[in-house]
Each structure stands twice: as C-alpha cells, then as structure tokens.
Nanobody
Framework: EVQLQAFGGGLVQPGGSLRLSCVTS????????IAWFRQAPGKEREWVSC????????WYADSVKGRFTASRVNAKNTVYLQMNSLKPEDTAVYYC????????????????WGQGTEVTVSS
C-alpha cells in the first residue's frame, strides 16, 4: 500500500521556521519526484516545491524561493521542507505528493498524496 504521511506543521510567529517531513512507503522512492503543495482556506491547491527522484535537483515557486528548502534522504524514504522567514500568507495545509514527472506544477500529474499538515503563521 502506497502511503505518504506529512508531519511537522504547527503555529509559528511571522519570521519563524518550521520543518515539514514527508515519510513514504509502498513504492520505489528513488523513481519518484516528491512535491509539496499547499492549500489555504477558500483557495486552490498551490504548488510550492519539488525535488527530483534519484537526484537532488529542486524547484520552487517564486513566492517561497530563498525561504524554503527541500531535501530528501533516500535511505529513509523521506523528504523534508525547511521553511524559514515564514509569513502570514504561508498559512495553509501543506501536502506532499509523489509523481514520475519532475518539476511539474500540475496537481493531476502526481499519483500519490499524503494527508496534509496544517501550518499557521500568526502573531
């Protein structure tokens, strides 16, 4: 059974940091790119970042570039999203997703999804 589980969300003040984890199982981890999406209340799901499969190339949305960093530890089947300098507009439920097309921002290109973890940036 394919599973992706996102962890690490919470409440943080503006300017603070959080690290999200996406733990996966049930598929060949190296073969898949792992992306992070987010969805704020009343808004569409938005692509945030992607990291390649067997290589560590990363891509970021302009809104998070320079503040967020994606990384992966293939031995642990885990991807991380380090989020620094958080802003209130980063508030959303964050989802990780696995797909075979790296760099794509299209929701439908991802085959497997996690359950989401909520991030709230507020003072």
């Amino acid at each position: 059974e394919v599973q992706l589980q996102a962890f690490g969300g919470g409440l943080v003040q503006p300017g603070g940091s959080l690290r999200l984890s996406c733990v996966t199982s049930g598929f060949t981890f190296d073969d898949y790119a792992i992306a992070w999406f987010r969805q704020a209340p009343g808004k569409e799901r938005e692509w945030v970042s992607c990291i390649g499969g067997s290589y560590d190339r990363t891509w970021y949305a302009d809104s998070v570039k320079g503040r967020f960093t994606a990384s992966r530890v293939n031995a642990k089947n885990t991807v991380y999203l380090q989020m620094n300098s958080l802003k209130p507009e980063d508030t959303a439920v964050y989802y990780c997703a696995a797909g075979r097309i790296p760099q794509t921002t299209v929701v439908d290109h991802y085959d497997h999804w996690g359950q989401g973890t909520e991030v709230t940036v507020s003072s």
